[in-house]
Structures are given as structure tokens and as C-alpha cells.
């Protein structure tokens, strides 16, 4: 035989012991080849993940595979199919929701887990009339939570009739609906059901008289101000103050002798978001209270607010004496002193206390919420560990995941491209599960080989959502191997 001959022969046989046709790896052949793989296996939490990446894709091209899975006898799968109609959103979708009320008679709570994959404003209105209607008030009060899904004109009908519910928690709820969105829904019932309920319910309305409030509240304030009920009137106060009214912030000073942090938190928020100059020395003085609670409270605050001038008061704070006061003092100071602000922060994310990486969690995602600076991203990551040296971060595992979804949620792109790209190499399946999942609904981009190498992933719900974020890229069959890192 030629030397041209055998080598024809030799290619034959590899290509017969690797599989003629095979596909490249991390091509969209490779990644429909996992996803009938998962939709076809024997471990029912493996279809289940691969009918829901499929409904999240609205691809049609496994519709053989689900119909043969209109049988499976696991619930989870079945849900899977349920979410995959109702996101497709054919002509059996109001069937199907009238189904689902029905079906969840009684334990309304269940039908809020599908309003995130309902884009239908009819459907989802029907899911949440049905949840208002439920005798569990808390549930009455995640249905008005899940408003923010809603069309504004279902968000009007919701304020409306959880305005006139008989528990104030869940006029609480209502109330907030309509004041964020800003519905005009009666005004005065609004007012009345922010200013009623516990301690805590009265601090949490100062905040939202004073982020939606408008000139109309201000008289109704000050008549609140002289309300016998301490608290209402520390509410009140702290809303003027908010707001920009005469005096009202020197007023708040009246209550830094005491030692109720119910009443003190108001004072500190206000104080902390307002832009009256009397409100500087104040801050200070609130931080500096003999109070750990109340520290807590205002450092957290000072945290989880917009970057301000008065962050510069957290620096004298760095080693308070309550390392959950040191911790929010930190995040506030990120911007002013970043290398010793982020040395506590990582301490953090390696110490042993969760309920402190918890506060720091809140904090920088608040922080980041509303400003979106490179400070506290920063933080997240460390959070998140996503940086080298984060350490043990990954060991809390619940911390790390807030923290990316918090940086998944940003309003940077580049910056969630980032944290998706460096996720995916992530020792904790669930950061790259998050990840994957996140590629697959467009709110990153495709890095490229880091995502090829998750679509071999030893878990199979990894591997699914790393298949489904390679199908969802309309380009070339061939993946892209230059990673946005």
C-alpha cells in the first residue's frame, strides 16, 4: 500500500472511532446535542431543567422531545411544560391561566411563582386578582409586591383594592404601589396607611413619603409632626426633613438622647439623604451615638445611600467598636478611601459571622442599585468571589450568589458581561449555574471559551444553561473563543 493510501486509511478509522459528524465543541450542534441529551435523561431534574431552558429559548426545534414528555409523571417537569406555554403564549395560554387559579384554590401563594415567566399583562393580571383574593394576608401582600411586573392600569386596580383591605400590612403594601408608581390612587387613604402599623412600618413611611412625596403632603406632615404617638411624629419630622422643609432636620435632633432605635432609624435616614446643610453635623452625631443599634442604623444607611459628600463622615468609623457598624461604615467609604474601606470588606467576606456578609450584601447592593459606581461593583465582586483574593467568600455560598445577582442586575453591561465571564470559572456550581442563566436570557454576552467549557460541566443543570445561552447566539455555528473577561 502507498504512503498516500495508508494515510487515507488511517483518517478513515479515526474518523470512525470519533464519530463521523460529531460536533465541535461549544458549536450550537454541541449545545442542541446537550439539550436533547438532558430532555431524554433518566434523572427527572435533568429534564426539568432542559423543558425550562427550552421555554426560556422559545425554540420550537425540540418540540418533538416535549410532546414526548407530556406524559413524564415528575411535577417538576410538569411545571417546566406549564412555564414553556405560558412564556410561548399561544391560544391556549388563557385556558391555561384559568387553570392554574383553579388549580391553586386555596393556596394562592403558588400562583405567584409564575408571574416572572407570564410577558401577557391580561395573564398576569388574572394571577395576581387571583393571589389578592387570598386568605393569607401575607400572601395578599406578595401579590401587591409582584405589582411591579404589571401594567400600570393593573397596578391602579391592585393599589385600589389593597387601599381598603383589612389588614394594615397589606394597606401598607397597597400604599407603597401606588406611591412608587406614582398612580394619584386616593391620596389621603395612601397617606393614612403609610403613617399606620407597628414602629417599623412608620420608619419604612418616612423613607417613602420622602423618596414620592410632593407638595400636597406637606401640610398633612406637619399636622403628623404633633401626633402624641412619638414615632408618627419622629416619621413625620424625618419626611420634612427629606423633603427640604424649614427646620425640620435641626428638629430631628430632639431625639438623638434617646436610645429607641425604632424612632432613631427615621431621624438617620432622613438626615443621611438630605441635602439641608443642618443635616452634616447631625450625621455625625448619629454615627457617633452611645448606642450600637443605632450606629448600625445610621451606617447602614449612610451605606446603602446614593454617594454623597457626607461619606466622608464614615472614615472615623472604620474601627467602631460593632463590626456590623464597621462593616456599613466601610461600604460608605469605598469611594472615599477605597484601600482600607475594601480591607474591611474582605475581612468580612473570609470571617465566620454570615449575618454580617448578609449586611454587606444589602448595603453595596443598594449602594449599587442606585448609582451603579466602580466602588461599590468592586465590593460586590469581592463578595461574590469573584476577585483572587476574596478567600473564603465562596464559603458562603448565599452571600456570593446576592452579590452576583446583584452585579448580574446592573445597569453597567459591561460590567455584568464581566462578572458572567469570570462566574463561569467559578469553583461553586451555583455561580455558574447563575451565570449560564443569565447568558441565556441576554443580560450578558457569550464569552466565548469560558462558556464552552461550562457545556461540559459535571453538573447537568449547568451544562443545560450553558447549552441554552450557546443556542440563544443567532451568529455562526462556530463559538466564539475570545472571552470579555
Known amino acids: 500500500m502507498s504512503p498516500a493510501g495508508f494515510a487515507l486509511v488511517v483518517c478513515a478509522l479515526v474518523v470512525a472511532a470519533c464519530g463521523e459528524g460529531k460536533p465541535a465543541p461549544g458549536s450550537r450542534g454541541h449545545a442542541e446535542a446537550t439539550m436533547r441529551e438532558a430532555l431524554a435523561s433518566p434523572d427527572a431534574a435533568a429534564r426539568a431543567a432542559a423543558v425550562d431552558a427550552v421555554g426560556r429559548l ?23 411544560l406549564d412555564a414553556t406555554r405560558l412564556r410561548r403564549l399561544d391560544a391556549r395560554t388563557p385556558a391555561l391561566v384559568a387553570q392554574l ?5 386555596g393556596r394562592e401563594a403558588g400562583l405567584l411563582a409564575w408571574l416572572p415567566v407570564v410577558p401577557d399583562d391580561a395573564s398576569r393580571a388574572a394571577l395576581l386578582d387571583a393571589a389578592l383574593s387570598a386568605r393569607d394576608p401575607q400572601t395578599r401582600v406578595a401579590a401587591l409586591v ?26 401598607a403594601a397597597a400604599a407603597r404601589v401606588a406611591w412608587t408608581n406614582d398612580l394619584g390612587v386616593e391620596r389621603a387613604r395612601t397617606l393614612q396607611a403609610l403613617l399606620e402599623g407597628s414602629a417599623d412600618r412608620k420608619a419604612e413611611a418616612a ?3 420622602a423618596d414620592h412625596g410632593d407638595t400636597w403632603t406637606v401640610p398633612a406632615l406637619y ?8 414615632v408618627v411624629a419622629d416619621v413625620a419630622r424625618a419626611a420634612l426633613c427629606r423633603l427640604g422643609a ?18 432613631l432609624g427615621p431621624a438617620a435616614i432622613a438626615l443621611v439623604r438630605s441635602t439641608d446643610p443642618v443635616a452634616t453635623p447631625l450625621v455625625q452625631s448619629v454615627l457617633s451615638h452611645p448606642e450600637a443599634e443605632v450606629r448600625v442604623l ?6 446603602e445611600a446614593p454617594p454623597s459628600s457626607h461619606d466622608v463622615l464614615a472614615l472615623r468609623h472604620l474601627q467602631d467598636a460593632d463590626p456590623r457598624a464597621r462593616a456599613c461604615a466601610a461600604v460608605a467609604a469605598l469611594g472615599v478611601a477605597e484601600t482600607e474601606a475594601l480591607a474591611i470588606v474582605r475581612a468580612a467576606a473570609r470571617g465566620s459571622n454570615p449575618s454580617l456578609r448578609a449586611a454587606l450584601v444589602q448595603a453595596l447592593q443598594a449602594r449599587h442599585k442606585s448609582s451603579a459606581d466602580a466602588a461599590s461593583a468592586l465590593g460586590l465582586r469581592v463578595l461574590a468571589g469573584l476577585e483572587d483574593d476574596a478567600g473564603g467568600a465562596l464559603e458562603d455560598v448565599e452571600a456570593a450568589v446576592s452579590a452576583l445577582n446583584a452585579l448580574l442586575a446592573s445597569r453597567e453591561v459591561a460590567l455584568r458581561d464581566a462578572a458572567a465571564a469570570r462566574a463561569l470559572e467559578s469553583a461553586a456550581p451555583e455561580l455558574r449555574l447563575l451565570a449560564a442563566l443569565a447568558i441565556s436570557e441576554g443580560h450578558a454576552a457569550d464569552p466565548g471559551s469560558a462558556l464552552t467549557r461550562v457545556m461540559n460541566d459535571p453538573f447537568v443543570v449547568v451544562r443545560v444553561a450553558a447549552a441554552s445561552a450557546r443556542l440563544r447566539d443567532s451568529g455562526d455555528d462556530e463559538p466564539n473563543e475570545d472571552p470579555q473577561t
Open 146 to 171: 409582584g405589582a411591579d411586573l404589571a401594567a400600570s392600569t393593573t397596578q391602579r386596580a391592585l393599589s385600589t383594592r389593597g387601599l381598603k383591605d383589612d389588614d394594615p400590612v397589606v394597606r
Open 207 to 209: 423613607a417613602q413619603l
Open 101 to 105: 387559579v383553579e388549580g391553586l384554590r
Open 298 to 303: 445610621a451606617a447602614c444607611a449612610l451605606a
Open 223 to 230: 399636622a403628623a409632626a404633633a401626633d402624641p404617638d412619638g
Open 246 to 263: 424649614p427646620g425640620a432636620c435641626a428638629q430631628l435632633e430632639a431625639v438623638f438622647g434617646l436610645r429607641d432605635a425604632a424612632r
Open 58 to 80: 422559545r425554540a420550537t426545534q425540540f418540540d418533538d422531545a416535549l410532546t414526548r414528555l407530556e406524559s413524564d409523571a415528575d411535577p417538576r417537569v410538569q411545571a417546566a
